[in-house]
């Protein structure tokens, strides 16, 4: 499967444990975009990378939560302390500035967080 | 910032029926305008995109119009299908951002 990869696909944790997700973008993706989806609604912007950059942040990406993308392949999202307000789908999506499609992003399968 | 607003909410039609669903954006410097398909517990699919210098695209069954002059795009999907019974979401790309900011999703129910 060469698509964008997300692990874990579950993840239930108690209030104030931290957490961390990987995504594994699709292999010659240099941009690399985190989303969260909450029930019934679109999924809302977190942040950005451009190979190892991290070049835009949402004002919804509170100082609980932190995103690596070293040597601009996977990438980590870890929330500190985290609340029940958390609980959500956790989306990874990658894209090329390269070739003939250089908007489209091609999402993964999400990580569901539970925070109990 | 970008702000995209979706409609209707659900949308029931009849297997064969055309399905339409509309968008409206906020920052008229939009340039890019994709349209997700999501099945229930699944990721979101591409189905179809515009840019700001394209009034019409189509693909099959499956057709997007812009009109940048009232700042709405809707998706037309004709013939359907009970497989195309999902939640289908518009987004926008905003000035200088490489973030897509998504509407609020239509749940389209194709009845056999």
């Known amino acids: 499967d060469t698509g964008v990869s997300q692990n874990p696909r579950h993840k239930i944790t108690k209030r104030g444990q931290n957490v961390t997700f990987r995504c594994d973008p699709i292999?010659?993706?240099?941009?690399l975009y985190w989303y969260r989806q909450t029930l019934g609604q679109g999924p809302e912007f977190l942040t950005y990378?451009?190979?190892?950059?991290?070049?835009?942040k949402s004002r919804l990406l509170s100082d609980r939560f932190s995103a690596e993308r070293p040597k601009g392949s996977f990438s980590t999202l870890e929330i500190q302390r985290t609340e029940q307000g958390d609980s959500a789908m956790y989306l990874c999506?990658?894209?090329?500035?390269?070739?003939?499609?250089?908007?489209?992003?091609?999402f993964g399968p999400g990580t569901r967080l539970t925070v109990t | 910032g970008e702000n995209v607003e979706q409609h209707p909410s659900t949308l029931s039609v009849q297997e064969g029926d055309s399905a339409v669903i509309k968008c409206t954006y906020s920052?008229?410097?939009?340039?890019?305008f994709p349209w997700y398909k999501q099945e229930l517990g699944k990721r979101p699919q591409l189905i179809i995109d515009?840019?700001?210098?394209?009034g019409e695209k189509k693909d099959q069954r499956i057709a997007v119009t812009l009109n940048k002059t009232a700042k709405h795009f809707s998706l037309h999907i004709t013939e359907t299908q009970p497989e195309d019974s999902a939640v289908y979401f518009c987004?926008?790309?905003?000035?200088?951002?490489?973030?897509?900011?998504f509407g609020s999703g239509t749940r389209l129910q194709v009845q056999p």
């Open positions: 292999s010659e993706h240099n941009r």
């Open positions: 999506a990658s894209s090329t500035d390269r070739g003939r499609t250089p908007y489209e992003q091609y």
């Open positions: 987004a926008a790309r905003g000035t200088g951002r490489r973030a897509l900011t």
């Open positions: 920052d008229s410097a939009s340039n890019y």
């Open positions: 990378f451009q190979n190892e950059a991290q070049l835009e």
């Open positions: 515009i840019r700001s210098n394209v």
